[in-house]
């Protein structure tokens, strides 16, 4: 049975850019009520006054357990429920692995990892305690990466904090069957956001206008596959599915995959002009 979008109580975390503010503007035109997250209020702000000002816009930094205990007890305080929590806050840096340091992989942790569980914890009590609602109480929706099922150089830190996501909706959706609270994971490949850019600035290494074997998506598709699982719920999303199937292959074969990999990390190198691995 499909849940119903309109006055569905959705929560999104990283609101203020790229897919957390597509998946804003497809929930909005659909009737939801949204909770919408970010550190930057300036944006959260236009955004809501671009979707008719009806929703409640609460700057938060994920990184701050604080803030989390804030979003959510506002979003109960308005709203009185909360039906879907979509944890999208996060960033990476294109660094070598040896070129990141402990305070660095720190901060992205505490970004990507324990800002996702802190929404995580504060939330599912508050599930628990609301009826059925076409055969569930609510959802999380984990945006995690393709990168969560192989480890990409120049953003490995990144894949090992998404990584950490997946094994944490694949716990979670086991721990949460018996009360009704599904759990999925999203696994976008390389998308058209601001998330490049960022990376770019905080690390070492521009990439190359091709991220090569791995398909480029838009914000726009990633969310429209993220709006099909929120009304329908399922374990995991791969928007572009065959990037699924191909890291699942690599898995099973990663001298297969390592030479992939050796083909995108040699383009990076001649890109930032620093020749090849000898």
């Known amino acids: 049975m499909a849940r119903e979008l309109r006055d569905m109580v959705v929560v999104i975390t990283g609101a ?9 503007r497809q929930l909005s035109a659909a009737g ?12 959260l702000r236009d955004l809501n006054r671009e979707l008719g000002g ?18 959510i007890n506002q979003t109960i305080a308005k709203f009185g429920r909360l039906d879907t929590l979509v944890c ?23 970004v990507d990892v324990v800002g996702t569980t802190e929404c ?9 305690r609301q009826d059925l609602s076409s055969g569930w109480r609510g959802q999380i929706m984990i945006v995690a990466s393709a990168a969560s099922r192989r480890g990409t150089p120049f953003i490995g830190i990144y894949s090992g904090a998404k990584a950490a996501q997946l094994a944490i909706a694949e716990a979670l959706r086991v721990e949460l069957s018996d009360v009704r609270i599904a759990v999925t994971s999203i696994h976008p490949t390389p998308t058209k956001t601001e998330f490049r850019q960022v990376a770019e600035r905080l690390g070492k ?40 199937w191909l890291l699942s292959v690599g898995t099973l074969c990663p001298r ?23």
């Open 16 to 24: 203020s850019a790229g897919i957390g503010m597509e998946l804003a």
């Open 205 to 244: 290494y521009r990439l190359p206008p091709s991220s090569g074997f791995i398909k480029t998506q838009t914000a726009q598709e990633v969310v429209a596959a993220m709006v099909r699982a929120i009304r329908r719920p399922r374990p995991e999303v791969w928007p572009w599915p065959a990037a699924g």
């Open 256 to 278: 297969w995959m390592d030479r992939l990999m050796y083909r995108y990390y040699d383009a990076v190198l001649r890109h930032n002009g620093l020749g090849e691995r000898q």
């Open 54 to 71: 009806v929703h409640l816009a609460v700057r938060c930094d994920v990184a701050n357990p604080a803030d989390c205990d804030n979003l």
């Open 120 to 128: 995580i914890r504060l939330a599912i009590p508050h599930m628990q």
């Open 32 to 43: 939801a009520k949204l909770a919408l997250a970010a550190r930057r209020e300036d944006r």
């Open 88 to 110: 999208n806050a996060g960033y990476g840096t294109y660094k070598r692995v040896d070129e990141t340091d402990a305070a660095e992989v720190r901060k992205m942790l505490d």
